[in-house]
């Protein structure tokens, strides 16, 4: 089993920044893809960005390519998401998750493990 704990979010102004955490324990973090997923109100849950378990292969929605970038510590167990030039329309809960595959996938049913969440606001 592997449990997931985000950090980082909270409310800022249009065109500011914040950086996500997202700890993994319980299961070796070298061998997790690791992803962010973000849902709005009465939206589905999509895909942010992922990073594959070598670190070698890197995904982002056209959303927010350019403005925000995955990266991983193995050795702190960790999974971050830069995101700056924030927008409105970027206010969301998002959400870390992994899969026990190497391959990095967009569809949030193929990920194992998910964390509780963490608040991103965007005011204009």
């Known amino acids: 089993q592997v449990q997931l704990v985000e950090s980082g979010g909270g409310l800022v102004q249009a065109g500011g920044s914040l950086r996500l955490s997202c700890r993994a324990s319980?299961?070796?973090?070298?061998?997790?893809?690791m992803a962010w997923f973000r849902q709005a109100p009465d939206k589905e849950r999509d895909i942010i960005a992922a990073?594959?378990?070598?670190?070698?292969?890197?995904y982002y929605a056209d959303s927010v390519k350019g403005r925000f970038a995955i990266s991983r510590d193995d050795a702190k167990n960790t999974v971050y998401l830069q995101m700056n030039s924030l927008r409105p329309d970027d206010t969301a809960v998002y959400f870390c998750?992994?899969?026990?595959?190497?391959?990095?996938?967009?569809?949030?049913?193929?990920?194992?493990?998910w964390g509780q969440g963490t608040q991103v606001t965007v005011s204009s």
């Open positions: 319980g299961r070796t973090f070298s061998t997790l893809t």
């Open positions: 998750a992994a899969r026990r595959q190497s391959v990095v996938m967009s569809n949030p049913d193929q990920y194992n493990y």
């Open positions: 990073v594959s378990w070598s670190g070698g292969s890197t």
